[in-house]
């Protein structure tokens, strides 16, 4: 089946820094990736689409300039969270869609768990 | 406007036991639907999907779901559940917009006991 991975898969850093995480499509081109933001309670968030080769649309109340996203390639989407503060953490999962078909299931990556001090 | 509810926050359910996760949605036009699963501190995992035909789909490890156009829903079912199924299971629909997105259910906790 189709494999995403995430890297990292655990980040600590202090307060104000800038952390990136790489989100990969290991056997598969992935025209759109998605980025999830998943809080204590479980539920989802949308954060963004990232298409390859344009700029990402962000889901409403999401800051472009915080939560920077690059999807440079066809395998290749990342998430800078920029200027971390203690209430970015969370678990951040990215997922991609195999392209062709608009109602393919989307595959996901094991996530990203970012605690900043 | 469209969504995806999820009625139940925890679901119990005995080793052994048929079990079932409720799902029903609201979109404009046909739903395209889907089911994940998710293991503590891991990405979500493809269960199931409906598309089209059959209202009965299966999947994997086990799970179908059923379609019901009328009742608009679309739950979770296992005949006989395992202590290995205790996760959260998230239904989503896609949007019916250009744009391939989900919109999710907030997720029931399934816990199978021994």
């Known amino acids: 089946g189709a494999v995403v991975s995430q890297h990292p898969s655990r980040v600590i850093c202090k307060s104000g820094t800038s952390v990136k995480i790489e989100c990969r499509s290991l056997?598969?081109?992935?025209?759109?990736m998605f980025w999830y933001r998943q809080f204590p309670k479980k539920s989802l968030m949308l954060m963004a689409t990232s298409n390859e080769g344009s700029k990402a649309t962000y889901e409403q109340g999401v800051e472009k300039d915080k939560f920077l996203i690059n999807h440079a390639s066809l395998t290749l989407s990342t998430l800078t969270v920029t200027s971390a503060h203690p209430e970015d953490s969370s678990f951040y999962i990215c997922?991609?869609?195999?392209?062709?078909?608009?109602?393919?299931?989307?595959?996901f990556g094991p996530g990203t768990r970012l605690t900043v001090l | 406007a469209q969504s995806v509810a999820q009625p139940e926050d925890q679901v119990n359910v005995a080793e052994g036991n048929p079990l079932t996760v409720k799902c029903t949605y609201s979109v404009s036009g046909n739903p395209y639907l889907f089911w994940y699963v998710q293991y503590p501190n891991r990405g979500l995992q493809f269960l199931l999907k409906y598309i089209t035909g059959d209202n009965l789909v299966k999947g994997s490890y086990g799970f179908e779901a059923e379609f019901n156009k009328s009742q608009t829903s679309f739950h979770l079912k296992k005949p006989s559940a395992l202590v290995s199924d205790s996760a959260l299971y998230f239904c989503?629909?896609?949007?019916?917009?250009?744009?391939?997105?989900?919109?999710w259910g907030l997720g029931t906790s399934l816990a199978v006991n021994p």
């Open positions: 989503a629909v896609r949007d019916t917009g250009n744009n391939r997105k989900l919109i």
């Open positions: 997922s991609a869609g195999l392209a062709g078909g608009p109602y393919n299931e989307q595959f």
């Open positions: 056997d598969f081109q992935a025209t759109t």
